[in-house]
């Protein structure tokens, strides 16, 4: 059987499913793509040989340089491809699972903020830790896209 993997974008006007193993996964700190991603890197997963089908709508397009197009969905703005000669590419946290996509390689690290090696040593806190500051935090109502196909979206009486 195919490895499978879905995906999509935060509203969920945007949908996809990858079918087959990615040629691999990787970080990216080049600067484009840290403008792109709006991040300190671009996690993305190269398509390869695997195959994609846009389950539904489809992502509007940026030429980002000469040779590369960016794909995002024109209504919420979520990052979903890095297009180029050399293959397709998918965010990788646009993945409905994306811990079953680890990063394998590392591009563009000439990019590298300082920094980013360091992140994994900052003091860390849980989302509700935080309530003296963002008392809000326990009545949060998401309205991204649940991490799964579904035959219609946005759901009815979603805001």
């Known amino acids: 059987m195919s490895e499978i993997h879905t995906g ?6 945007v949908r996809f499913r990858m079918e087959g ?14 403008k ?16 994609v089908t846009w389950t539904r709508g489809a992502p509007k397009r940026f030429a980002s340089s000469n040779f590369v197009m960016r794909g ?9 491809t890095y297009e180029a000669p050399d293959g397709l590419s998918l965010a990788a946290g646009a993945f409905d699972d994306p811990a079953r996509l680890p990063p394998t390689i590392q591009f563009g690290i000439e990019c590298r903020l300082a920094f ?4 994994p040593a900052l003091p860390a806190r849980a989302t509700l830790d935080d309530l003296d500051d963002a008392p809000f935090l326990p009545d949060v109502v998401s309205c991204q896209h649940p991490d799964h196909d579904t035959d219609d979206w946005p759901p009815e009486g979603s805001p």
Not at 8 to 13: F, P, V, Y
Not at 24 to 34: A, L, P, T
Not at 116 to 119: C, M, S
């Open 8 to 13: 999509g974008c935060q509203c969920g006007a």
């Open 21 to 34: 193993v990615p040629k691999d996964v990787s970080v990216c700190h080049c600067r484009m793509c840290q």
């Open 36 to 51: 792109a991603f709006g991040a300190y890197y671009a996690p993305l997963v190269a398509v390869g040989t695997a195959h």
């Open 72 to 80: 995002f969905c024109e209504h919420c703005g979520t990052p979903l």
């Open 116 to 119: 980013a090696d360091q992140i």
